[in-house]
């Protein structure tokens, strides 16, 4: 090979070298996004799993104040009809 060849040649592989390194960075920091997205995610499935319990508890317990309200409402109004 000429000299000139081999120069090209050189060249062309340090590019190529190059846009392995460049690419591969791009890729870690693409999987760390991913990562810390796929984290929050996860944190805020939770989060609602939580929630979903607290709403179904207070709707549990508004329901069964309002039986108790009414029972006592309907004993009160028993009370009232005797007097």
């Not at 590019?15 to 929050?40: H, K, N, P, W």
């Not at 607290?54 to 028993?78: K, P």
């Amino acid at each position: 090979m000429k000299p000139r060849k081999i120069t090209i040649v050189a060249v062309l592989l340090v590019a190529v070298v190059i846009i392995i390194a460049v690419l591969s960075v791009l890729l870690v920091r693409s999987r760390s996004a991913l990562e810390t997205e796929q984290s929050e995610n996860r944190v805020l499935r939770n989060d609602n799993a939580l929630q979903a319990t607290v709403i179904t508890t207070q709707a549990f317990n508004f329901n069964r104040f309002n039986q108790i309200a009414e029972n006592a409402n309907r004993l009160n109004s028993l009370i009232d009809a005797r007097y």
